[in-house]
Structure formats: structure tokens, C-alpha cells
T-cell receptor, first 109, second 113 residues
């Protein structure tokens, strides 16, 4: 029931772009994206709702394909501060929230 | 608001001992989640509550694990008896509706020796 994320890890140079994908086998009501720094709690980045509404911040965008039950997170012109592990969380019809295994992003100077 | 508060931040215990982890959600939040994080399994959902009622505990690994939410401002996750494979970081998170973000506590790092 956990969503599947890809890739597992990615290494970038500052200024490069990255895409992280998330797919689910169950119906999605909303998709949440979080970033976790080492030794810290996950921090909210963005939420995508059925119908296309997005709520988020920073220079990060995302898409949500309800039909395919997929979401993608787009990191453009990456900065050193983008390094961390990114998780997608899927909320289902009974209000549960399950996370993928995470994508470890490393941005190098 | 102080955010989601978990205690203790670190716990080291011997195999066979009882361990109790505590969580205070953000006031007004009616959903609470307990997660376990390991390198191998990532963030696993153990159990969650809506309005203090346990909805799904299928993620609780064994009968050794139990969770309660006696009121809207407090929840516990208990492991009895603890085993070395229970070593992990345990997070509590709270939220309101499905369309709002979940806030995580700082986690409890549990080490069972």
C-alpha cells in the first residue's frame, strides 16, 4: 500500500534540475511532499489535491495525475539547501497517510 | 503553538524492557499518526487515530506494540517487551483534514540493546 518512488537517489550539481516520481496502486485523495534533512523531522513542501489545486512554497512545483495515480516533484535550478530525502505521502479515502521509501537528493557545488 | 511534541527524544533500553513513547499533537488537530523510520523500510505507518479513535492499526508489527489516545491532546505508543529490531526513529504527526499538511514531531530515537 506504500506509494512507489523513483529514483531512489540522485546527485546533482548546483543549478541542475531533478524530477522525483511517485505512484500509487490505490485511489488518491491528495498527495503530500515532504523533505527530511539528516537527523530532523520531515518538513512539508507541497500538497496536491484532486481537481488540480496546489498548495506549497519555495521554488518547487509538482504535478498530480489523478487518472494514473501519479505525482511528480520538480526541482529546478537546485540549490545546496535542496539536499535531503524527499518523501511523497498518499492520503486515501479513510484519511490514512502512507509514505514512499524516499528519494535521497544530493546537490553538490 | 509549540508544534507536535514528542518525548523522550532519545531512549536507550535493554531487550525485554517496556518502552513508552509519548506524543502531544497540535491543538485542534483531529488526526494523529505514528510512524517508524528505518533505513530499510523508510517511513512506515504504524497506526492512526481520527478524533481519538484508532482507525487502522494494521501497520503495528506485532502484539508487542500498542497505542492509545485517551484524549485529544495525548497519545502513547508502547512496546512490551522491546527487542533490538525495534530500534528506529519513531515519529508522531498530526493534521486536520485530508487537504492540509501534517506536522511532524521531532521524533524519538529508540535503541534497544
Amino acid at each position: 500500500q506504500q506509494p512507489v518512488q523513483s529514483p531512489q537517489a540522485v546527485i546533482l550539481r548546483e543549478g541542475e534540475d531533478a524530477v522525483i516520481n511517485c505512484s500509487s496502486s490505490k485511489a488518491l485523495y491528495s498527495v503530500h511532499w515532504y523533505r527530511q534533512k539528516h537527523g530532523e523531522a520531515p518538513v512539508f513542501l507541497m500538497i496536491l489535491l484532486k481537481g488540480g489545486e496546489q498548495k506549497g512554497h519555495e521554488k518547487i512545483s509538482a504535478s498530480f495525475n489523478e487518472k494514473k495515480q501519479q505525482s511528480s516533484l520538480y526541482l529546478t535550478a537546485s540549490q545546496l539547501s535542496y539536499s535531503g530525502t524527499y518523501f511523497c505521502g498518499i492520503r486515501g479515502s479513510n484519511n490514512d497517510m502512507r509514505f514512499g521509501a524516499g528519494t535521497r537528493l544530493t546537490v553538490k557545488p | 503553538d509549540a508544534g507536535v511534541i514528542q518525548s523522550p527524544r532519545h531512549e536507550v533500553t535493554e531487550m525485554g524492557q517496556e518502552v513508552t513513547l509519548r506524543c502531544k499533537p497540535i491543538s485542534g488537530h483531529n488526526s494523529l499518526f505514528w510512524y517508524r523510520q528505518t533505513m530499510m523500510r523508510g517511513l512506515e505507518l504504524l497506526i492512526y487515530f481520527n478524533n481519538n479513535v484508532p482507525i487502522d492499526d494494521s501497520g503495528m508489527p506485532e502484539d508487542r506494540f500498542s497505542a492509545k489516545m485517551p484524549n485529544a491532546s495525548f497519545s502513547t505508543l508502547k512496546i512490551q517487551p522491546s527487542e533490538p529490531r525495534d530500534s528506529a526513529v519513531y515519529f508522531c504527526a498530526s493534521t486536520t483534514t485530508m487537504n492540509t499538511e501534517a506536522f511532524f514531531g521531532q521524533g524519538t530515537r529508540l535503541t534497544v540493546v
